[in-house]
């Protein structure tokens, strides 16, 4: 599976941004599909994933109610839709597939697209 990620860039607190992850290649649609997040000096932890099949999502606690991830099935794309940034959102996000992986382990996710930032000010 080969992943494209855009939609990045810098934004106030209290603002709204929407990422894009268009992905191709075989059977991608029997993936999970997930987005992560790297600040500075910091892991790589997990935001949200959802299942491109029954499209069943899973948040991080610090995202609920915030984001939202859905599928565009036209388009092959998983969007994250990003609402009420925080400046501690601040970070490379990634998206990513797997076949099986266990919602929040980026160990288990086979493919990954590049990094785009976002940036949100106080």
């Known amino acids: 599976v080969q992943l494209q990620a855009s939609g990045g860039g810098l934004v106030q607190a209290g603002g709204s941004l929407r990422l894009s992850c268009a992905a191709s290649?075989?059977?991608?649609?029997?993936?999970?599909m997930g987005w992560f997040r790297q600040a500075p000096g910091k892991e790589r932890e997990f935001v949200a994933a959802?299942?491109?099949?029954?499209?069943?999502?899973y948040y991080a606690e610090s995202v609920k109610g915030r984001f939202t991830i859905f599928i565009d099935n036209a388009k092959n794309t998983v969007y994250l839709q990003m609402n009420s940034l925080k400046p501690e959102d601040t970070a490379v996000y990634y998206c990513?597939?797997?076949?099986?992986?266990?919602?929040?382990?980026?160990?288990?996710?086979?493919?990954w697209g590049q990094g785009t930032l976002v940036t949100v000010s106080s």
């Open positions: 290649g075989r059977n991608f649609r029997s993936y999970t």
């Open positions: 990513a597939a797997g076949i099986s992986p266990t919602w929040i382990d980026p160990v288990g996710y086979d493919s």
């Open positions: 959802i299942r491109w099949f029954g499209s069943t999502t």
